[in-house]
């Protein structure tokens, strides 16, 4: 695997900034190539915060002189200054990405070594592997120190209040960057009434995530993923200010490509397919990227849930197992509940082993193409609705691909508008997710 060494150059307390020079910076370098052990030399980059003074009488500060001379990218070596840690820590993360790097060695000062570890904690997720060491900063000790048993580890942790600190300076820093890939998108369904309920499908623009599988919008994040949960939760708050949501208030599925359904208020189960809720404003939503986000609205009694609804759940019944959830809880009927089927992969793209299309095949003969083959068309969508329906959902509640007005379909293949939605089947493990929501107005 690629590694990269990152080297923050911002003082601390005892090792002032005026102590680095040109040569100091040289030999950290040296020792750098040196540790590399035959292998071949990693990338380096050389952290500078500009919001230090970098002039004196006049004259740049050494240190970014020395920068200035050193940034080098043919071999190697890159200086990224920015106005704050974390706008440097970010726009490392974003090279680091970009090369596809996940081990990554960190050279800090002593007394930098916790804010550097709660910056990299929160900016980046376990697809990186970091280590840690001690940089010796003055004039007299310009050495490396492993971090296991060096003097920082006597260092006292962080404060509540200066990681809080932390956190709102990530969190301004990311609320100031701009959409990526054009503005915020919302598809909603003219058969949900709006009068009654908030609700939309999210689409892949307006974010920040720039990882190129997860551009722009991505609403999930993993330890499988680059993503980490503030840049997520960042693009959630950018949605919840544009449908008009609070975002403290929203909900979601924890996956297990299963059947079992959430009742708001009611013991939280570890995992769920499904999640249903009768209380105001409170925001229910599922994820998807292939899978089906399905929403679902009774007008009558005002109640309303989400399903996450892939081929496993389809064939579990999860859908019907959140109507009977609604009916059960709520008083809801049946012919009274709307369904509406989101953004999901297609009989176009998706396939299944012979033994699972045919699972499909006992729902609805329609609902595989080439059954005869090794690996036939399988069509969740409609095994969804031939399921609702047989559970007593009216036909003409349930939206789906079969709408024939092109401007009110919101059941798009996912993996065929590379353009507007994310796919698990077109963007392989590192894919971003979108998805539906739902909420019952004040």
């Known amino acids: 695997m690629a590694r990269a060494v990152l080297i923050d150059l911002k003082s601390e307390g005892a090792a002032p900034w005026e102590t680095w020079t040109p040569e100091s910076v040289t030999r950290i370098l040296e020792k750098v190539r040196k540790a590399s052990n035959g292998q071949e030399d990693p990338l380096v980059f050389l952290l500078c915060c500009q919001n230090l003074p970098s002039k004196r009488n006049g004259e740049d500060a050494p240190l970014h002189a020395a920068a200035r001379g050193l940034h080098c990218p043919e071999r190697g070596l890159e200086v990224v200054c920015a106005p704050s840690t974390v706008a440097a820590f970010y726009a490392v993360k974003q090279k680091l990405d970009e090369k596809d790097i996940g081990r990554v060695q960190v050279l800090s000062l002593p007394q930098r070594r916790a804010i550097v570890r709660a910056f ?4 980046f997720t376990s697809v990186y592997q970091f280590e840690f060491e001690d940089l010796q900063g003055n004039s007299e000790a310009r050495s490396l120190k492993r971090s296991t048993g060096s003097p920082s580890e006597l260092l006292p942790p962080l404060t509540a209040q200066e990681l809080g600190k932390i956190q709102r300076e990530i969190k301004i820093y990311l609320e100031g960057l701009p959409n990526l890939k054009g503005e915020l998108r919302i598809l909603r369904s003219a058969l949900i009434p709006d009068h009654i309920f908030l609700h939309g499908f999210t689409t892949r623009t307006g974010g920040i995530s720039y990882v190129p599988t997860l551009s722009s919008f991505n609403l999930f994040s993993s330890a499988k993923r680059r993503d980490p949960p503030v840049v997520v939760q ?3 708050r950018r949605l919840a ?3 008009g949501f609070d ?3 929203y909900h979601t599925i924890k996956v297990n490509h299963a059947s079992d359904v959430w009742v708001m ?6 995992s769920y397919d499904g999640i249903v809720t009768n209380q105001k404003g409170v925001v229910v939503a599922a994820p998807g990227a292939d899978c089906i986000p399905v929403i679902f609205a009774d007008p009558v009694k005002k109640a309303c849930g989400a399903a996450h609804s892939g081929w496993q759940g389809t064939l579990s019944g999860v ?10 809880e709520y008083g809801c009927h049946v012919e009274d509940i709307l369904v509406v089927l989101g953004p999901s992969v297609g009989p176009c793209c998706f396939t299944l082993p012979h033994e699972q299309a045919k699972e499909f095949h006992r729902i609805d003969p329609k609902c595989v193409r080439h059954l005869e083959s090794s690996k036939p068309s399988v069509d969740i969508r ?4 031939v399921l609702l329906e047989a559970g007593g959902i009216l036909p003409q509640n349930v939206q789906d691909d079969s709408v024939t007005d092109p401007t009110q379909n919101l059941t798009l293949c996912t993996s065929c ?5 994310y796919s698990h089947v077109r963007d392989g493990e590192n894919f971003g997710t979108q998805i539906g929501f739902i909420s019952i107005k004040d």
């Open 319 to 328: 859908s019907m197992a959140t109507v009977r959830a609604m009916v059960a």
């Open 382 to 385: 409609r095994a969804t609705r």
């Open 265 to 270: 208020g009611k013991a939280l189960p570890d």
């Open 234 to 236: 960042e693009n959630l």
């Open 241 to 243: 200010e544009a449908a």
């Open 120 to 123: 990299v904690d929160r900016l």
């Open 417 to 421: 508008h590379p353009d507007q939605f």
């Open 247 to 249: 975002p403290q208030a």
